[in-house]
């Protein structure tokens, strides 16, 4: 007699056998029967006839080993482990005396150890609300089959599903959708590849009749005779039937055992069917609480969504607030005819603006746009566009001072292939691109004479020559041009071309510096403050009274564009409200410089100003390092007029022979 513990695919059974001999093998007449590929159909027996124990290999194809060692022969006892294929066998007890006819079960089911039809109908409720208490799908679906394995007496467990409904008439393709959501041993334990471990031919057969089944000799069951998994998984006794969840068909539950034939009865079928429905039950309460947690937590996120979304319609009602508050304070002005809402103000120099524009609008002439750096000469120049009779043809800018001398003809011309080194194809010029439009060309008073030279030519003769080519492109563009610079006095000094001054100089607008329209700096705070938190994707703080009254006395020596950079500052570094410690230092200083003081003339006036003339001459390079086109810039005139004035004072550069006085 001898007792074997043996664990294969994480299952442990154990038995109790009387010999003479012990068949160990893969096919259904072994008196352990191995699921194992590696295990030859008669693979090994274990011979009690003698004395003792005596494991012989009977010619496997991948042999036996005892304790680790191959071997083809080897005596047994109690403590030794057998391995073969993927299959261990362990010798708990060799010896003794014991009238053992077969294999004793070694599974028990719960209603099985009860001693009347009342304790199993109680212990039957109590397993109904423990699957009726749990609702989370992941525990529950574990729940059903180890549930049903302690019920009726089972070795394993296998639930499989589908998402979809299942017809009676079912065919391999509704069976391939169907997937192994869980597979358990009697042990708690899950199983590896539990697709490969479940006869797919029971389940089929069982989803084709629409009825449960239970067999109890599958291997001589004539049901199965063409399911080869039959023998191939050692099933002895097998019990399959049907989960309907709301009247559909939407899995299947089989539990089997590979060691006992007759391990289940009609009277368990019974049992399963009558669990199998409180189980749908279960599984559909699931899914109604899976369905409601769902639709929680879709409101939950409509509701941050909602939140997020108030928040930002609170932000754009204030940025709206803002703008009406520049509409409605510009509602006091006269109105123009044009649409110029892009230019913020209500102040007379404003107002003097709009009705410049409306009386320019409509023509076809050049204008000229000076002003100040920052006041805004581009938005007028998008104005006139706009308004205009070219409205729907292109508008084109570009600012001369930002482009290398080198490069603006080819920039404004455009060029041919193989013009110069780089050019790798043709290139269209700003005229060809704004043909039929406008081109505007901000900063022309930093143009070289050689590009005021041939820019000229373009306006006079409405055509282009691209770098390089030959070819002449006719182009009808009107001209906007721009510059922060005293055209005229460079006119005066010979820097700027006199007839491409009268060409450009038609029709003229000149914008107004920020401190000439104090009364505009609230209004325009307002609107760049909202414009900047937009862009930012922040709440506009509040701007108070004592804030706007600090901007309005500053000089803003950079105009508009330094107030909407300070305006941008303030986003950043105020969340809800500006405070005034918030504004930039040069702001915080105040309004205007102190009035220069009157100069007191004492004797010749022509000395005196000439004195004047010379010390801040001297001082102007001083301050550029002799620098002479630096010096030129800060005293507002030319280079070609400072080198006549530093001649003329016998200055350093200059020349001594040519000084006097100017007449």
């Not at 603006?353 to 938005?379: A, Y």
């Not at 290139?427 to 081109?439: M, P």
């Not at 500053?554 to 809800?576: A, F, I, K, Q, T």
Request: some cysteine; glycine content about 8%; aromatic content about 4%.
């Amino acid at each position: 007699m001898i007792r074997l513990a043996i664990e294969e695919q994480g299952n442990r059974r154990e038995g109790l056998h009387a010999g003479p001999q012990v068949r160990i093998g893969r096919a259904s007449d072994n008196d352990i029967c191995l699921a194992s590929g590696l295990v030859s159909r008669h693979h090994c027996h274990i011979d009690l006839s003698g004395e003792g124990a005596w494991l012989e290999d009977l010619g496997s194809a991948n042999g036996v080993s005892v304790n680790g060692l191959k071997t083809r022969g080897a005596p047994l006892a109690a403590g030794d482990t057998i391995e073969l294929g993927q299959a261990t066998i362990s010798v708990i007890e060799l010896g003794g005396e014991a009238e053992v006819q077969e294999e004793e079960p070694t599974f028990r089911t719960i209603l099985s150890e009860l001693p009347d039809e009342r304790e199993k109908l109680r212990a039957f409720a109590h397993v109904t609300r423990e699957l009726s208490r749990e609702t989370d799908t992941n525990a529950l679906f574990p729940l059903i089959v180890d549930t049903a394995i302690s019920l009726l007496g089972g070795e394993r467990g296998f639930l499989l599903q589908s998402d979809e409904p299942i017809s009676e008439a079912a065919s391999l393709s509704s069976l391939d959708s169907m997937s192994v959501h869980v597979a358990r041993s009697f042990d708690g334990a899950d199983i590896a590849l539990p697709r490969t471990r479940v006869s797919l031919g029971i389940v089929k057969r069982v989803l084709e009749s629409g009825e449960p089944l239970v067999s109890l000799d599958a291997a001589q069951d004539q049901r199965f005779e063409e399911f080869a998994s039959i023998e191939e998984l050692q099933l002895k006794s097998v019990i399959c039937l049907p989960v309907r969840v709301d009247g559909e068909v939407r899995g299947v539950l089989l539990v089997d055992n590979r060691m006992r034939q007759g391990a289940f009865n009609e009277e368990d079928l019974e049992i399963a069917e009558l669990f199998a429905d409180q189980a749908a039950i279960a599984m559909q309460n699931s899914r109604r609480v899976d369905e409601l947690r769902m639709h929680s937590e879709r409101i939950e996120q409509s509701r941050k969504e909602i939140v997020a979304l108030n928040a930002e319609l609170g932000r754009k009602v204030r940025d709206q607030g803002a703008e009406l508050a520049v509409a409605r304070a510009s509602l006091g002005r006269e109105r123009a005819r044009g649409d110029y809402g892009a230019i913020v103000g209500a102040s007379d120099a404003i107002r003097r603006i709009f009705g410049e524009l409306d009386r320019i609008v409509e023509s076809e002439l050049p204008v000229l746009i000076s002003g100040e750096s920052g006041t805004g000469k581009e938005l007028v120049a998008r104005a006139i566009h706009k308004n205009g009779p070219r409205a729907k043809r292109p508008f084109v800018s570009e600012n001369c001072a930002a482009i290398p001398e080198s490069l603006l003809e080819s920039e404004l011309f455009g060029h041919a292939k193989g013009a110069f080194t780089g050019a790798h194809r043709a290139k269209r010029g700003l005229f060809e691109a704004a043909n039929g439009g406008t081109l505007f060309l901000d900063e022309i008073g930093d143009m070289s004479a050689a590009m005021q030279k041939k820019l000229l030519r373009v306006l006079q003769e409405g055509e282009v020559r691209p770098v390089g080519s030959d070819k002449v492109v006719e182009v009808d563009v009107r001209l906007l041009a721009a510059s922060h610079q005293d055209l005229a006095a460079h006119v005066k000094e010979g820097s700027f071309r006199e007839d491409l001054y009268y060409r450009i100089h038609v029709l003229k607008v000149e914008m107004p510096s920020l401190r000439d329209r104090v009364e505009d700096i609230p209004l325009l705070a307002e609107h760049l403050l909202a414009r900047a938190a937009r862009e930012a994707g922040r709440e506009a703080p509040v701007l108070p009274h004592e804030v706007t009254a600090a901007l309005s006395a500053h000089d803003w020596p950079g105009n508009v564009r330094e107030l909407e950079n300070e305006m941008r500052r303030l986003v950043v570094l105020s969340p809800e409200r500006v405070e005034l410690s918030s504004l930039s230092a040069t702001v915080l200083e105040g309004g205007s410089p102190e009035p220069p003081r009157p100069l007191i003339v004492e004797g010749d006036l022509r000395a005196t100003v000439a004195a004047f003339e010379r010390d801040a001459i001297e001082g102007a390079l001083s301050e550029a390092d002799g620098n002479k086109s630096q010096a030129a810039r800060a005293l507002g005139i030319s280079r070609f007029a400072l080198q006549r004035k530093l001649e003329k004072f016998g200055l350093e550069g200059g020349d001594p022979s040519k000084g006097g006085e100017e007449s």
